[in-house]
């Protein structure tokens, strides 16, 4: 594999996972369907520190609101050593269609998937 196709293969794993955790933290998600995510989902999924801390304050959170789970966020994340975390800017873009709804799950899917690599593939 050559440098540029190493750096689409990294930038489609980062897209995926933040398109996960916006969809985790999107207004169109129910608190308890958020949770059975998380349960369902392994934090080692998520390769960057960042993102894995997110995805561990996500879930410690629970069954909040999503209004709740935001304004909670940025502090949470700001103690676990992210002093520069702008949720908004991570969150971006913040309007969520139907059609973009089904894509964020098709990559929650996808980190399912290797979570889970033993069971039956989800995302096929």
């Not at 998520?46 to 801390?53: E, I, K």
């Not at 999503?66 to 909670?72: D, F, G, I, K, M």
């Not at 269609?97 to 399912?112: N, T």
């Amino acid at each position: 594999m050559n440098l540029s196709a190493d750096s689409q293969e990294s930038n489609g794993r980062s897209q995926l996972e933040r398109n996960t955790l916006r969809l985790l933290c999107s207004v169109l998600l129910k608190p308890g369907t958020r949770l059975e995510i998380c349960r369902l989902l392994d934090p080692d999924v998520f390769q960057d520190p960042l993102r894995r801390v997110i995805f561990e304050e996500v879930r410690v959170l629970g069954a909040v609101e999503s209004r709740r789970l935001r304004e909670l966020l940025p502090a949470r994340i700001t103690n676990r050593g992210f002093p520069e975390f702008d949720l908004h800017d991570f969150l971006a873009p913040h309007e969520v269609g139907e059609a973009e709804i089904d894509k964020l799950f098709e990559g929650v899917l996808q980190l399912l998937d290797q979570s889970h690599p033993d069971e039956e593939q989800l995302a096929n």
